[in-house]
């Protein structure tokens, strides 16, 4: 490979920059969350099961909570991958991924076996109705397994972003949700000669195409250049000190993110006792954050790869000037996707094969989750200028503060005075607000400044 023909590792501040960066990202987070709404809307069309669609908004945040794991583990790496690729360090970024990779197994394991031991005690304690939850600890049972290759095909964010390749992001992302679509058409209806397997035929399908997505990415770094230019997977031996470091900055983010999934677990099982019909609205709702609210994630991650970066090239004075840009791009879009929703609720409702009582209950949480997009758009790109600084864990100090808030209101609102999911959905409204104050406050002091990592 020639020289010429190498991509910088060093970031420009430029707005054509942080737009090559943004979209191949947007494309990777999209499509995980295209799946979900894939799966919901076929599980919507199963007439043979009623209660699937209102099982899957349980078991998908359940899923989301190790998603987010893994999604900590991600940033923290791809903070010092970033940091790293700025100093023009290029023989640290193969040791780095390497050991993240033993994290990413280690926590894996983890969670399948949590799983199967302490998960069924729990949404036992939790849910009211036994067939739901007959079906939940079913369901998760096998798609657990799909974390052994989420975590591993996770990990590739952090090492093309970090490393300004996230173009190459898409052949994988692709793939997944390829066969996502064809495997959730043959295992939930019984197509093609397949048995009918309804509910769990969609558990089956995602951990089969989370495997393909894997599979095909590590093909792409392969043929790229990239295993060789990095040295990704030449040594596997155990270094303790590259351990320490990965989890001295991801360890924060990892309880940052997963704490923050919980309380929507939380969330969701409360939501469980004012019906099946209130269940799947909130199914519905959170398929409007994860399909959306992808592309205020994307400016976030290239945020964190953005100002991680720079600082390594020395370029602090820079950082408040790119927040700036990424900010109206993510805002801007946001406002835009909320607009289209609201014009057109009914179109997007539709999708999922629903009666009039089903729209009705949807439309005011419509109303209330759009208006919470915007907020997540200014807040999440906030709150990852923390972590891209080096500060883990004061971005996990904020995050706590927010949960708690969030909790608490969400237990008043649904649980003590019982009103209308709609207020439910407000804490949306709350949680957001509480993340973006004391972030905006903590990177205006400049305390951040010449953080070393």
Not at 66 to 77: C, K, M, P, R
Not at 151 to 170: D, W
Not at 236 to 256: E, H, W, Y
Request: aromatic fraction near 14%.
């Amino acid at each position: 490979m020639s020289h010429s023909s190498v991509p910088s590792l060093q970031f420009e501040n430029s707005r054509r920059q942080l737009i090559r960066m943004a979209l191949p990202i947007s494309l990777a987070i999209f499509i995980p969350q295209f799946n979900f709404v894939i799966n919901n809307i076929f599980l919507g069309h199963y007439l043979k099961d009623s209660l699937a669609l209102a099982v899957a908004g349980i078991t998908g945040v359940y899923y989301l909570i190790f998603a987010a794991i893994g999604y900590g583990l991600n940033n923290g790496l791809q903070t010092l991958i970033a940091r790293r690729a700025g100093e023009n360090r290029p023989e640290e970024i193969g040791k780095l991924f390497s050991q993240g990779i033993w994290i990413g197994l280690l926590l894996a394991l983890i969670g399948i076996a949590t799983t199967y031991t302490l998960t069924p005690w729990l949404f036992d304690l939790l849910i009211q109705d036994k067939e739901v939850l007959q079906k939940a600890i079913e369901f998760l049972q096998i798609r657990i397994w799909g974390l052994v290759f989420l975590y591993v095909y996770q990990l590739r964010n952090a090492l093309l972003v970090g490393t300004n390749q996230s173009r190459y992001l898409v052949a994988g992302t692709l793939a997944e949700t390829t066969a996502n679509i064809v495997l959730d058409y043959l295992f939930i209806f019984g197509a093609g000669g397949f048995p009918e397997l309804g509910f769990v035929g969609a558990a089956y399908a995602s951990v089969l195409a989370e495997f393909i997505g894997m599979f095909v990415i590590y093909l792409v770094i392969q043929r790229k250049g990239i295993a060789k230019r990095f040295q990704l997977f030449t040594d596997f031996t155990f270094d303790r000190g590259q351990n320490k470091l990965i989890l001295s900055v991801s360890a924060p983010l990892i309880f940052q993110h997963a704490i923050s999934i919980i309380s929507w677990q939380y969330f969701f099982l409360l939501i469980e006792h004012h019906g099946a019909i209130a269940m799947k609205v909130s199914n519905i709702m959170r398929n409007i954050f994860g399909l959306f609210g992808c592309f205020s994630w994307a400016f976030a991650a290239t945020t964190n790869a953005m100002v991680s970066n720079l600082i390594g090239q020395g370029k602090q004075d820079e950082v408040l000037s790119t927040i700036k840009k990424i900010m109206q791009l993510s805002t801007g879009t946001a406002l835009l996707i909320a607009a289209l929703l609201n014009i057109f609720p009914q179109a997007f409702l539709a999708l999922f094969g629903q009666n009039d009582v089903f729209a009705i209950e949807a439309l005011p949480v419509l109303r209330v989750v759009t208006l919470a997009l915007v907020m997540m758009s200014v807040s999440t790109v906030m709150l990852n200028t923390v972590t891209a600084s080096g500060n883990a864990r004061i971005s996990f100090y904020i995050e706590a503060m927010a949960i708690v808030f969030y909790s608490a209101y969400v237990y008043l609102v649904s649980e003590y005075f019982f009103l209308p999911i709609s207020y439910s959905w407000m804490s949306e409204w709350l949680y957001w607000i509480c993340l973006f104050t004391p972030s905006f406050f903590y990177i205006k002091s400049g305390r951040w400044k010449n953080k070393k990592i």
